[in-house]
Each structure stands twice: as structure tokens, then as C-alpha cells.
């Protein structure tokens, strides 16, 4: 049980970890808009799912982390498109640089 | 042996989220321009999260759960704000 909570664990530190790799890699802004996403997203998801299955594994039903599951679900969207918005906005009164 | 494997798997997904820190913080110091800043420091908010929540785990201790939440709401808040000075020149109109 607790292996396997682990090899969740891992999984999503992975995805993490190729999102801030293209992050540093990518060309344009609009192109490193997307990697980071792989990490907030299906990251966040498995590293909680398997603190979740850990914890429970260890003592008795410990659901909590679902709340940063919604909270991260709920803010992610709200901060890129503001994000966006306002590079989109940046780069077309002041190009290039 | 499988408490051994679960350390080591454990261990490496901390190395893991340590680099994907490192290669945010060399973006934000690198980005060329404001809005790559900002997006660089949202991916350092949410990598720093999920170590401190691997953090729990391998010390099987549940208090660091109130930690990353609190360092996702920074994050969100921060981003949000510095997101909304570079819209609009105010954050609060």
C-alpha cells in the first residue's frame, strides 16, 4: 500500500518536474504558458493522492488533501487567464524584447 | 525492504521536485521579461508545495498539510496580484 502511495508520489513529482523543464527550455511566453500546467494539474493530483493513500494506509481515513485538490483546481485557471491576458496585452503594445 | 524502496522512491521524487525548483528560479531570474517572471514564480509556489507535502510523508507527520496550503493560497494570491499590476498598472482599483 505504502509502495505503491510512493510510486504515486513519484509519478506526479516526475510530471513536476518536466513541466519546469520546459519551462527553462521553451522559446516564447505563449510556448512556456503550457509545461508548467502538466505540474499543477495531474502533478498536484497524484503527489495528493498518494499522501492520501499513505496516510491512510497508516492509521485510519485521512481525506483532507482533497481540499487542496479543489483549491488548486479552482485558482489555476483564474491566475493563467489573468496571466494571459495580460502578456497577450503587454506583447502587443510593446513587442519584441 | 519495502520500507527501504519506499525511502528511496520517496528520496528520488524529492531530487525530482528540487531540480523542477532550481529550473524555476533560473527562469525567474533569467525570463526576459515581466510576465515570464511572474509565471516562473507560480511554477516555484506550486513545485515548493508539493515538496513540503512529500516532506509530510516521509516524516509521517500530518501538520504539513496546514503548510501547503498555505503556501498554495501565497501562491495563488501573489500571482493573481502581480498578474493584475501588469493588466492594469494597480492591483486594487
Keep these: ?97 | 525492504m519495502s520500507a527501504d524502496f519506499v525511502l528511496l522512491t520517496l528520496a528520488a521524487a524529492q531530487l525530482l521536485l528540487a531540480l523542477a525548483m532550481a529550473f524555476a528560479f533560473c527562469r525567474l531570474l533569467r525570463g526576459p521579461r515581466a510576465h515570464d517572471r511572474v509565471l516562473a514564480l507560480d511554477t516555484l509556489y506550486v513545485n515548493a508545495m508539493l515538496l513540503i507535502l512529500s516532506f509530510g510523508i516521509v516524516w509521517a507527520s500530518r501538520d504539513f498539510f496546514e503548510v501547503a496550503l498555505v503556501i498554495g493560497a501565497f501562491g495563488f494570491v501573489s500571482t493573481a496580484a502581480a498578474a493584475k499590476f501588469l493588466l492594469r498598472g494597480e492591483v486594487i482599483e
Design chain 1, 1 to 97: 500500500m505504502t509502495t505503491v502511495a510512493a510510486l504515486l508520489v513519484l509519478a506526479g513529482a516526475l510530471l513536476a518536474f518536466l513541466g519546469s523543464l520546459g519551462l527553462l527550455r521553451m522559446k516564447t511566453f505563449f510556448e512556456r504558458v503550457h509545461p508548467p500546467t502538466m505540474g499543477t494539474t495531474l502533478g498536484t493530483a497524484l503527489v495528493l493522492a498518494g499522501s492520501m493513500l499513505y496516510f491512510t494506509a497508516l492509521e485510519r481515513l485521512v481525506l483532507h488533501e482533497i481540499l487542496i485538490g479543489v483549491f488548486m483546481t479552482l485558482t489555476t485557471p483564474v491566475t493563467y487567464i489573468l496571466l494571459g491576458r495580460a502578456a497577450l496585452r503587454r506583447e502587443q503594445n510593446d513587442p519584441g524584447a
